[in-house]
């Protein structure tokens, strides 16, 4: 079994050398002036050519490997039938333990499908904490979304190892409130991005599945990110530390119906989406929306050859070096920033480092947009593109038409898998703290155009004088 077979115990180098290289373009701090500005401060509508080293997200951004580019030329681009589907559909069998699946072309396809499929309008939806294109997705099929993570998970400084964790006594509560007959089923993603990739451990899979049991709730799994789950849980939980990634895959996967991912994150695609599900109800219906809104249920909106680099990609995120080298080089990240000072989440998450903009820029009122400015100042200081997680990102309550302002005012640092190199994260880290040595003289953000959707991906600001 090869599991912990590593060169070095205490490196976490690459497990692969570079092929192809794509060159960057180095800039000047009064070029980079101008192209925030003209971007209104919002680093999602920068140009990519305009970044020096790109940490917006982890999604789509990752670099294929040589088999995975092989097998893009070994695409079935026929309209029905694909023979790179049915390798994609064995491996969703072999990987997570499901056995109907309907590709699309992305997570939130599948989220869309899920939600339309569930719920009735006035029903609600617990969550361990929310994610904007899910919540949005459950919110659009008439659901209303109810937090349910443990409390420490909104707790940037505590040290809780598993801070994706559902709280019972919240779940309990909600059940109380709206009887388990409006509670479709409850949603539980790992590790929770908005809560700074934070992971849940299978014990609290295991008590929340009892509780669901009870009162006949369904369990569905955001898998977006799971092996990166599986990876702490194999660190982290007692009992695991024997286990392979596929195995605990596998366990982590069991106390679903069913599941949807993002291949753009663990498959290490640039593209892609899965719903799989044990239910032949919901795969029945799904693969009937999916010719609606996707294409054939046998691409879904995919081509043949992004279907072979996704089941490729399958195989080689649960590796163990692969997986291992990804948490490693985010924590390495993590800990040069804590070495000087910089406010982060912690425990240091499995995809991201976050800042936490509220300490970090503490002299700003939290109305100015602490952690959209703190992203705009990163990208002027060193060409260094984040993300910010907070008011802009939460939106607005539905029923008040208010800023929803999260106890969490985060700055995303994201890092695509097998792209950038330590050289690269050093040049990050001496940029933020450039930035922390200077962060009194930073002036806040007013907002001056604001989209009804998922407004963070094209707001606009301007710099207080
Ligand atoms: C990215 C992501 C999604 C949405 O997937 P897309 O492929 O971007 O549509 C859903 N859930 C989580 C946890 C994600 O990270």
Redesign the pocket.
């Known amino acids: 079994m090869a599991k912990k077979k590593v060169v070095v115990e205490a490196a976490w180098a690459e497990p692969f050398k570079i092929k192809v290289v794509e060159p960057i373009k180095m800039t000047t701090k009064d070029y980079r002036l101008k192209c925030v500005e003209e971007a209104g401060y919002n680093t999602f509508l920068l140009k990519s050519e305009d970044v020096y080293i790109d940490l917006l997200t982890d999604?789509g951004t990752n670099a294929m490997s040589d088999r995975q580019w092989a097998g893009m030329m070994m695409g079935d681009e026929a309209y029905a039938g694909s023979r790179n589907f049915y390798s994609l559909w064995d491996n969703v069998k072999k990987y997570y333990g499901m056995p109907y699946f309907v590709p699309t072309h992305?997570?939130?396809?599948a989220?869309h499908m899920v939600s339309q499929i569930l719920i009735k309008k006035g029903d609600y939806v617990p969550g361990n904490m929310y994610?904007t294109?899910?919540r949005l997705h459950q919110e659009l099929a008439g659901a209303t979304f109810v937090d349910v993570i443990i409390d420490e998970a909104h707790n940037p400084d505590s040290e809780h190892p598993f801070k994706g964790n559902v709280d019972l006594k919240k779940l309990d509560k909600l059940v109380k409130e709206v009887g388990a007959d409006k509670i479709p089923y409850i949603c539980i993603?790992g590790p929770v991005?908005m809560a700074g990739g934070q992971p849940f451990s299978m014990q609290n899979l295991k008590d929340v599945q009892t509780f669901c049991k009870e009162h006949k709730i369904k369990m569905w799994f955001?898998a977006?990110?799971a092996c990166e789950n599986a990876f702490f849980i194999q660190e982290r939980e007692k009992g695991y530390a024997d286990k392979t990634i596929p195995q605990i895959l596998k366990e982590m996967c069991s106390f679903f119906e069913g599941l949807w991912v993002?291949a753009?994150?663990d498959l290490m695609v640039n593209i892609g989406?899965i719903l799989a599900t044990r239910n032949k109800k919901v795969y029945e219906k799904a693969r009937n929306m999916v010719v609606v809104y996707e294409g054939l249920h046998t691409y879904g909106g995919l081509a043949g050859r992004d279907m072979e680099a996704m089941a490729i990609g399958m195989e080689e995120m649960v590796e163990y070096d692969n997986i291992r080298m990804r948490v490693k080089q985010v924590e390495y990240a993590g800990k040069q920033l804590e070495k000087h000072g910089v406010p982060i989440v912690r425990p240091i998450g499995g995809h991201a480092i976050f800042l936490n903009a509220n300490k970090f820029l503490s002299h700003l009122p939290k109305e100015q947009f602490r952690a959209q400015t703190l992203a705009s100042e990163i990208y002027i200081e060193s060409g260094v593109r984040a993300m910010e997680r907070g008011v802009v990102s939460a939106g607005r309550d539905p029923k008040t038409g208010d800023h929803r302002y999260p106890k969490l005012e985060l700055v995303r640092l994201t890092f695509p898998r097998r792209v950038y190199t330590q050289a690269h994260i050093d040049v990050m880290v001496e940029a933020i703290v450039k930035v922390y040595k200077n962060r009194k003289n930073v002036k806040g953000l007013k907002m001056t155009y604001e989209p009804e959707y998922l407004r963070f991906f094209q707001a606009r600001f301007d710099r207080l004088k």
């Open positions: 999604s992305q997570g939130r396809a989220e994610f294109t899910t993603a991005n955001d977006t990110r993002s753009k994150k989406g």
